[in-house]
């Protein structure tokens, strides 16, 4: 055993092999101390207790370099979004405020009263530290969080349409995103698709011809990533809402971003608010969380009271429930709705949207004198940054932009990779970052980046 001991590498000597070089360019000192340390001492303990007969170096080696493939930071990790994309899907969607975040981690950090109520010393609902606040602000009776809309979707239908049909215009038979797909979706529910209409016209008497006594539900699609122009008609909700109540059933509009401000009193194209829609008379409402409502991954379903307490006992909703981080966060991003004025300005996403250009300007202008100061001279110009994905795809705002001199495609590939990941994107042969979407906090850690381009 003692000839084992006295094969152990000595830490200073291990530190210095050659054979580690990988690791040196990728971690940092401590971090390769602290994973050296743990293996020497793990060989240790394993001699100590008799675990293995002989070692050689090399195999201590070989555990510290397969250890450090997941050291250092994570694989998911802040990247500075310079792409001009508002609401970037890839990017993680809306991004959060920063005290939102420091609340999340404390409730998440702690135990907390996530099922728990605090009068009574009994079991609570999940869902009750939100559900009040977002009545309050749309208008709603009664309302339920879940995974993402996808799963609102579904659980609506599973519930109130299983085994029977839902009417849907085929001009809102949508693909949004990857992966949702109304057709699919509907099959996954339990419930089958009745189309009615065409792609660019659908009519009320197409709607009520195709009601009889298999029909649960109409649902309407809010076309989110895509327009359709020209000879067209859509039923209105209020139409909509009516025919449903006329007939006995029920009338659900899957409205995708969650707008609860009215973005043409800032100067920006006019989307349908949830308010809206209920206020329309649809029954049931689903929207996202991390779209143009700017808060964390989640689905909100908005409806009656009686509906709500239907679906918190449908099975769906065990897999489709949220955590405790998403419910601190979107608590969090309501309370801003309270007061308008302070949604626009603390909500990262809605500020972005509303803020006067000049504002962007003033950004690119720092930013371009604090390279100056390191000798890297680049341009600006006035550019548009999209909204965004599954939100108001065609919709833009003015904004401006660096333009870096150099190979366009080697800058954005530099900038992309490495320790630090700034999103930038080609344009005329040049790499440019927006300025929309970058903050001041950023321009340290870019100015740094661009030093060694
Ligand atoms: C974005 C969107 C969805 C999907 O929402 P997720 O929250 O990403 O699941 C569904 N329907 C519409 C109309 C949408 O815009």
């Known amino acids: 055993m003692n000839n084992l001991f006295r094969k152990l590498p000595k830490l200073d000597i291990l530190m210095k092999d050659e054979k580690l070089d990988e690791c040196r360019e990728k971690l940092n000192y401590n971090t390769l101390y602290t994973l050296v340390k743990n293996e020497i001492d793990s060989f240790r303990e394993k001699i100590k207790n008799r675990e293995i007969e ?30 001009g994309v508002i609401i970037h899907t890839n990017l993680g969607r809306s991004v959060l405020n920063k005290k939102i975040a420091e609340k999340m981690g404390e409730v998440v950090s702690n135990y907390n009263n996530l099922e728990y109520d605090l009068e009574t010393g009994k079991r609570g609902h999940r869902n009750s530290h ?13 309302a339920l969080v879940v ?47 009745k189309e009615v209409g065409t792609t660019n016209k659908t009519n009320i008497s197409d709607y009520e011809r195709a009601i009889d006594e298999e029909t649960a539900l109409i649902l309407k699609v809010h076309r989110s990533n895509f327009k359709i122009t020209g000879f067209t008609d859509e039923v209105g909700n209020r139409d909509i809402a009516n025919l449903g109540k006329e007939n006995g059933i029920l009338t659900m509009e899957d409205l995708g971003s969650g707008v609860l401000v009215d973005f043409s009193k800032y100067g920006v194209v006019k989307e349908p608010t949830v308010q809206e829609s209920i206020s329309s008379g649809i029954d049931i409402i689903t929207i996202s969380g991390d779209k143009l409502l700017g808060g964390p991954q989640c689905g909100i379903i908005l409806a009656k ?4 307490a239907r679906l918190k006992k449908n099975q769906y909703l065990r897999a489709f429930r949220v955590d405790k981080l998403v419910l601190s966060a979107l608590e969090g991003t309501l309370r801003y709705y309270l007061d308008e004025r302070e949604a626009v300005r603390e ?14 300007l003033k950004r690119a202008e720092k930013l371009q004198k604090m390279l100056i100061e390191k000798n890297i001279s680049t341009s600006i110009i006035e550019t548009r940054a999209k909204i965004g994905g599954g939100s108001m795809p065609e919709e833009t705002v ?17 900038f992309r990779t490495g320790d630090i990941n700034i999103i930038g994107r ?21 100015v740094e980046k661009a030093i060694n381009m």
């Open 54 to 83: 002989d070692f050689e170096v090399e195999d201590i080696i070989k555990n510290i370099l397969d250890r450090s493939k997941f050291a250092g930071n994570n694989k998911l990790k802040k990247v500075i979004n310079g792409s």
């Open 130 to 142: 939100v559900e009040e606040l977002i009545c309050k602000i749309t208008g709603a009776e009664g």
């Open 147 to 193: 995974n993402n809309n996808a799963a609102a979707v579904i659980i609506c239908l599973n519930e109130f349409a299983r085994g029977k049909n839902s009417i849907v215009s085929r001009g809102e038979l949508v693909e949004i995103g990857g992966s949702f797909r109304i057709p699919d979706i509907m099959e996954l529910s339990g419930s089958k698709l």
């Open 305 to 308: 009271q009686e509906y709500i």
């Open 347 to 360: 909500i990262p996403t809605l500020r972005m949207i509303t803020e006067d250009k000049k504002e962007v």
């Open 398 to 414: 003015p904004s401006y932009a660096l333009v870096f001199t150099g190979d366009a495609v080697k800058l954005e590939k530099y």
């Open 426 to 446: 080609v344009a005329d042969d040049s790499f440019i970052l927006d300025m929309k979407t970058i903050r001041d906090e950023d321009m340290e850690i870019i």
